[in-house]
């Protein structure tokens, strides 16, 4: 600064300038008589300039009335000095300034600092929350959606994702369940979020497994979506044995794995059928409903199929014409496939009410209908009222098929006089009883008497009508109460019968010429073929010569049932009631069967029995089967 106000003195003393504190006039004070005048100093052009030191004085202030007369006080004088450096005729005139000491400066300073820092920081702050502002992001709703997407969310958000895992059969595997903070909420990067998703259904749960062999594929599939097995399958494959759709087997990932202890996890496969393999000789079947059954037999032949016809009454198909078939229509089979087709034989016949008709009207009453009167004896039902009838009341029947067998009551059975009858007519008498509905049982007891062996000396029920269930008990002679013979003057003459046991029944005639001999064949369990099982007279009894008579009866054996198929089914009573003459309570049933080749066995046929060409006990039952044609 000193060296600045050296070189303007030096300008000025040389005249290039002026100073401007010569051009300003300042106006006079008003003087007082008191008032100091200015002291103006000059300063030699050849002395230095000399830096002016501050002086305190003060000018004399100015009256602030200046009309007042009366005198102001006297303020402090204030010296302006004015100096002039530099050479004669210039220089620069230096002004003193007022100077004032601030004593609040420091205060104000730190209050200016203080101002300065909290300004600073409020935007260090602003610029945080704006970049924080703008960086933030919204969080979507993930649930429901994949834990993958969330990830791939939180990776470009750069925020933190704390991942939780449980089995749930609601939501699916991977997917998300719930997250710690809602949708829609402002996230700033680097923020952690919980997550909890879904590992799908718990493999090592227990599933019950139901009857898979009686479902349908669809049914099992629903069974596999509702418990979620990833390890079952269904397999299909082709078969000829089961159709279409059929469940045929299933099995098992291993062998320790049964239906008790299946878990989630297993393996489990289902194979189901295909139906035939179809192969480019396959046809489609055709619908052949109430077409001609000549048509069904002329596409069968050209194609290579094998037809199967049964007939039944149809009061909506004609005659001879398709009902159904036993393959739906547009199926694919292959050649040799069997088809079952049902035949309209046409309406039929109605079979009548017998109820309404005497037993011998039955056979009149109509005529498209071959009628077999029956007549059993009955408890409940009186002699001649109607029982029963083979074919319900209204039925239509194939006029083919037209037997009808109408039972009517015989009444109670009723029971001749036993008494001096042989005890060889009582099988033969309840044979015929039975025969005819009764079920009547007797029983034998020998007794001491004096009327010939065999001979029926008593009976519990005796010449009256019994019921169905009766058993009757009879009293037979053995022979053993044979009076003495009497003296030899009486005019009779008695022969004394020997013992046959032992003499065969071909000499039995020569043992005693006198006695005429009666050879009877009874079949025994017990007595071999030609022995003696009893004899009418007991050996050393008597006889005359007027009543000379002696049954044996010697053992036919066990009874011989021949072959019996092919016979007629109205042959077969004869051959049993032979059985029956000789002894036997050989019985029979019948059962009435659909034969394959009708014309090898026609209808009432023998094509099978239970016993043949053998022998059987005394009271076989044999079981017949007799061809329905």
């Excluded at 994949?146 to 699916?172: F, G, H, P, Q, R």
């Excluded at 349908?216 to 979506?225: F, L, N, Y």
């Excluded at 009517?408 to 042989?422: A, H, Q, V, W």
């Excluded at 269930?469 to 013979?485: A, C, K, Q, R």
Aim: proline content about 7%; some cysteine.
């Amino acid at each position: 600064m000193a060296n600045f106000l050296d070189k303007l003195n030096q300008k000025a003393a040389e005249g290039s300038i002026t100073s401007p504190a010569d051009a300003i006039k300042k106006p006079a004070a008003p003087r007082s008589a008191d008032a100091v005048p200015a002291i103006k100093t000059e300063v030699p052009a050849a002395e230095p300039a000399v830096k002016p030191e501050r002086a305190d004085v003060r000018p004399a202030e100015e009256s602030k009335n200046p009309t007042t007369s009366a005198p102001a006080p006297k303020p402090a004088a204030r010296v302006e000095e004015q100096r002039n450096t530099g050479v004669q005729g210039g220089g620069i005139r230096s002004t003193e300034h007022e100077i004032e000491i601030d004593k609040n400066y420091g205060k104000r300073n730190f209050l200016r600092v203080i101002l300065t820092i909290f300004i600073v920081l409020a935007l260090v702050a602003g610029i945080v929350v704006a970049v924080r502002f703008f960086t933030m992001v919204e969080l979507p709703d993930f649930e429901g959606k994949t834990i993958a997407e969330m990830k791939k969310w939180c990776l470009d958000n750069k925020l933190y994702l704390v991942e939780k895992t449980v089995y749930s059969m609601e939501v699916e595997e991977d997917h998300i369940i719930s997250q710690s903070i809602p949708g829609g909420t402002k996230l700033a990067p680097k923020k952690t979020i919980e997550v909890t998703y879904s590992l799908g259904a718990d493999p090592n749960a227990k599933i019950q497994v139901p009857d898979l062999i009686n479902m349908k594929p669809s049914e099992i599939r629903q069974w596999i979506e509702e418990n979620k097995l990833k390890s079952t399958n269904i397999y299909e494959e082709y078969s000829n044995e089961y159709p279409k759709g059929v469940v045929t087997r299933y099995q098992f990932g291993n062998v320790y794995i049964d239906e008790t202890n299946f878990k989630r996890s297993d393996s489990l496969t289902v194979y189901v059928s295909r139906g035939p393999y179809e192969s480019y000789n396959s046809r489609v079947l055709e619908d052949f409903f109430g077409r001609l059954r000549s048509e069904v037999e002329s596409w069968c032949a050209s194609n290579g199929m094998v037809a199967v016809f049964t007939s039944t009454l149809s009061e909506e198909v004609g005659e001879n014409r398709i009902i159904s078939q036993s393959i739906e229509p547009d199926t694919r089979i292959e050649p040799g496939t069997t088809i079952e087709f049902v035949v309209s034989d046409g309406p039929g016949l109605i079979v009548p009410d017998y109820s309404k008709v005497y037993k011998e009207d039955a056979m009149s009453v109509s005529p498209g209908f071959n009628v077999s009167v029956v007549l059993k004896y009955s408890e409940t039902v009186p002699y001649g009222g109607f029982i029963s009838q083979s074919v319900a009341v209204g039925t239509w029947v194939h006029p083919k098929d037209n037997d009808v067998s109408v039972v009517y009551s015989l009444g109670k059975p009723y029971l001749p006089n036993f008494i001096g009858t042989s005890e060889a007519s009582l099988p033969e008498l309840f044979y015929e009883l039975n025969r005819k509905g009764a079920s009547l049982m007797y029983t034998i007891l020998y007794v001491n008497s004096t009327s010939p062996k065999g001979t029926i000396v008593k009976a519990s029920k005796n010449s009256e009508a019994v019921e169905l269930h009766t058993v009757i008990d009879f009293e037979v002679s053995n022979g053993l109460g044979v009076e003495p013979p009497p003296q030899q003057d009486d005019p009779v003459v008695f022969i004394q019968v020997p013992n046959y046991s032992d003499v065969l029944k071909e000499n039995a005639a020569d043992l005693e010429p006198r006695i005429f001999v009666v050879i009877e064949m009874r079949y025994s369990d017990t007595v071999p073929y030609g022995g003696l099982i009893s004899q009418s007279v007991k050996p050393g009894g008597y006889v005359t010569q007027e009543k000379n008579r002696v049954t044996l009866v010697y053992s036919a054996g066990k009874p011989y049932i021949g072959n019996l198929v092919g016979r007629a089914e109205n042959e077969l009573p004869a051959i049993f009631y032979d059985f029956t003459k000789m002894g036997a309570s050989i019985t029979y049933e019948i059962t009435y069967v659909d034969v394959a080749d009708p014309t090898m066995f026609p209808k009432g046929t023998v094509v099978a029995v239970s016993k043949s060409n053998e022998y059987i006990s005394m009271n076989e039952v044999i079981q017949i089967q007799v061809s329905k044609g």
